[in-house]
């Protein structure tokens, strides 16, 4: 990964929640991770489809599939089944929108 692409975030351990801390100390930081993990979904998303954009301009599949098992590989290792779920929602919130609507899904048909 480029050095400028690496985000370093600070991820709280539990000494930065003090011990007697209560629901709302907790829940506050709780709510600070989760700004930090949209944040980064969409960072992701945007880079990912960056990259879509280009292998599409480059005549390649806008998808790579085997790089995509091994994104799902590393979050399955990580976090075990769950990680692969989590995976494939980062994978699928990442894609570009299809030039070619499902059917069904396009301008309403006339009658």
């Known amino acids: 990964m ?9 991820v709280p ?9 209560g629901e709302r100390e ?3 930081v709780l ?3 989760d700004g930090q993990i949209i944040s980064l979904v969409l960072r992701r ?3 990912a489809r ?3 954009a280009l292998r599409r301009l480059s005549g390649l599949p806008v998808s790579e599939l085997a790089w ?3 994104v799902l590989a590393r979050y399955a290792g990580e976090l075990g089944r769950q990680g692969a779920d989590i995976g494939r929602a980062l994978l699928m919130l990442s894609r570009l929108p299809s030039a070619h609507p499902p059917a069904g899904e396009g301008s309403p048909e006339t009658e």
């Open 68 to 70: 995509e098992n091994g």
């Open 45 to 47: 998303a945007e880079l």
């Open 2 to 10: 480029s050095p400028a692409l690496e985000v370093a975030l600070p």
């Open 26 to 28: 907790v829940r506050a």
């Open 31 to 33: 709510a600070d991770l």
């Open 13 to 21: 351990g539990p000494e930065a929640v003090p011990g007697a801390a």
């Open 50 to 52: 960056h990259d879509q």
